[in-house]
């Protein structure tokens, strides 16, 4: 975040920026979702809704799982949220004490961690590489004393997928052990063909003692309306019901009545999907070009995760660098990775084919190469 700022005071000041850093779509939520806003704000009263969302979405988030995975779900297992992260908040205080142990893949996402040592939970890191596709493997929990799991497929920042096998292992795994565990889907929608790639399948198709979270940020290009949701395991339904009242009262009206109509546009965003693996293969032959060819497989999300130890011991000093002499705007691996994070640096491809081809000629002034 504090590099989007840096990079806003550098549009203020009339100064290029290409930005590589953002975590979000450049293209707006897709016009059903739009047309669905302005009948809104003609004709609802926006008041308080039902702490756990309107009953309409939640019978059309139930209706998605049963259509795009062939999954049942009961609209009173769905939970909706502020956005995904309102969503980890609750599924963290239902499901986890103060002093639990929670997993989770280093790198990842840094709200996961920060969010639970906020509540005083202990962040058990699980170091991932390439030789697990930086993702944590049922081998990691053996010997592991852990109240919850956190997994992300496709990841942040690595792009990287579970393939089913793996993940119905996990899940049946922390199942049988009594370990809570928390699948971040909200990459799901945005995968890209290739010899790993595998189509990306929700945990509740294994196992429902867990939490399943998800958004309309990512796929669906809502960040900015703010609304998610949760798969609520049936023991803890009453437990995320009442923390949801007592902690925001409600998700955004207007959001959640416009996401009503953001399952009618599959074909919109399939085909944002299509631009996002163009710019992929944009940034990876690029980077390639610059020598720098040490990434994470990039199957699904938007970002490409890169070892730049050949450029740099502190990525955090490039990407300020490269931001400040030269406009382009990247993400530190440090924020992802407190111990190696150092070596990386995450670029993300979800903006424009323009943009992505001045950064990757901006860094070729800049490296001399």
């Not at 995975?69 to 239902?94: E, H, N």
């Not at 989770?104 to 058990?124: F, H, K, Q, T, W």
């Not at 049922?138 to 496709?154: E, H, K, Q, R, W």
Request: glycine content about 8%.
């Amino acid at each position: 975040m504090r590099v989007l700022a840096a990079a806003a005071r550098r549009t203020e000041a009339g100064l290029p920026v290409f930005n590589l850093a953002a975590g979000q779509p450049a293209t707006p939520a897709p016009e059903p979702v739009l047309a669905a806003a302005r009948r809104m704000l003609d004709e609802q009263v926006l008041g308080y809704t039902d702490p756990v969302g309107i009953a309409p979405l939640r019978r059309a988030i139930a209706a998605h799982y049963r259509d795009r995975y062939d999954l049942p779900v009961d609209p009173a297992q769905i939970v909706v949220t502020t956005g995904s992260s309102g969503g980890f908040l609750l599924a963290f205080l239902a499901g986890f004490d103060a002093g639990d142990r929670v997993g989770l893949a280093r790198p990842g996402y840094p709200a996961y961690r920060n969010i639970l040592r906020s509540l005083d939970c202990e962040v058990v890191d699980l170091p991932c590489g390439p030789d697990t596709r930086y993702q944590p493997t049922v081998a990691m929990l053996d010997g592991l004393d852990l109240a919850g799991l956190i997994v992300a497929s496709p990841a942040n920042p690595t792009g990287t997928v579970l393939p089913e096998a793996e993940l119905a292992t996990l899940a049946t795994r922390c199942a049988d052990r009594g370990i809570r565990l928390i699948s971040d889907e909200i990459y799901h929608g945005i995968t890209y063909p290739g010899p790993t790639t595998v189509a990306t399948t929700c945990a509740w198709s294994t196992d429902r003692t867990g939490f399943v979270v998800n958004s309309f940020s990512k796929y669906w290009s809502m960040t900015g309306w703010r609304i998610g949701w949760l798969l609520v395991p049936d023991d803890l339904v009453d437990t995320v019901d009442a923390l949801a009242g007592n902690l925001a009262i409600c998700p955004p009206a207007p959001a959640q009545y416009a996401a009503l109509a953001a399952f009618d546009a599959t074909a919109e965003c399939d085909g944002h999907v299509v631009e996002y693996a163009a710019n992929r293969q944009v940034l990876l032959s690029g980077l390639a070009e610059l020598g720098i060819t040490r990434t994470a497989p990039a199957d699904g999300a938007f970002y490409v995760y890169a070892d730049v130890s050949d450029l740099t011991d502190d990525s955090a000093v490039l990407a300020q660098r490269l931001l400040h002499e030269v406009g382009v705007a990247t993400a530190p691996g440090m924020d992802f990775d407190p111990v190696d994070g150092h070596r990386f640096l995450r670029f993300s491809f979800a903006g424009s084919r323009g943009t992505i081809v001045e950064a990757l000629a901006a860094m070729r002034a800049f490296l001399g190469r």
